[in-house]
């Protein structure tokens, strides 16, 4: 007799590489997809949001750009540097922000991930999970390496870490493609009401705004998705 199969869960992440809650939110959801293995297949989406979509080519000192954004002290953006790197070690992650770290501009790094997103919707085996590892050696580039991810060279150069075609990387960052459907789908994803990140939207209809604990995201697929199909 055959197994019955296992019910499939989209999981729509709406994030900028920028955002370091982002990271955080994706490493707490990770206990979430381990809580129901056997349960729920987890189909995972990246899609893009800028922070700072203005942001400028040579991009901004990062404690300036904070003080500046929120109207805070050197002192306070301390602390809440401080805070998020404490919550990050204890998942796993490190933030490894230097005097000379920078916030960068993220387009072409969206456009990156959008064709990595393409190659696993052409279901193309060897592309399989590729979004999701790029998208992770991504935030380790920009958060733990202190690496510049507005710079086209390294965008390619993490690209190949994760397997894909260092040369067609190359390509499709100097040709601008992928740029037009990133647009459109920032424009989407606006009309939808999400205004910050990380947001995750479960089963294409269950939105859940933030870096949330795990158990919110295990309460609501428990009784709105397994409920439901029992």
């Known amino acids: ?3 019955p199969s296992v019910p499939r869960l989209s999981v729509d992440i709406v994030s900028d ?9 994706w490493l707490k959801f990770q206990s979430v997809m381990a809580h129901f293995a056997g349960r729920l ?3 995972v989406q990246w899609h893009p949001f800028e922070l700072n979509p203005d942001m400028p080519p040579e991009g901004e000192d990062a404690a300036e750009h904070v003080m500046r954004k929120y109207g805070i002290t050197a002192e306070q953006s301390r602390a809440n540097s401080g805070k998020m790197a404490g919550v990050a070690a204890e998942l796993g992650f490190a933030f490894n922000r230097g005097p000379d770290f920078r916030m ?34 991504l935030f380790a580039a920009h958060f733990t390496e202190n690496r510049d991810v507005s710079d086209q060279a390294v965008l390619a150069d ?20 992928f740029g037009e459907m990133v647009r459109t789908e920032q424009a989407y994803w606006a009309d939808q009401n ?16 933030g870096a949330q604990d795990p158990e919110v995201f295990i309460r609501v697929i428990e009784n709105k998705v397994l409920a439901a199909a029992a």
């Open 1 to 3: 007799m055959a197994e």
């Open 17 to 25: 590489v920028m955002c370091p809650w982002c990271i955080i939110g």
């Open 41 to 43: 297949d987890f189909r």
């Open 104 to 137: 960068r501009n993220s387009f072409d790094a969206h456009r990156l991930l959008t064709w990595a997103g393409a190659l696993e919707e052409a279901e193309q085996a060897a592309a399989t999970g590729v979004q999701t590892a790029l998208k992770l050696a």
């Open 158 to 177: 993490v690209a190949a870490s994760v397997g894909l075609d260092r040369a067609r990387a190359t390509m499709v960052l100097a040709s601008g493609e």
């Open 194 to 209: 999400i205004t910050g990140v990380p947001a995750f939207i479960l089963g294409g209809r269950m939105l859940i705004r």
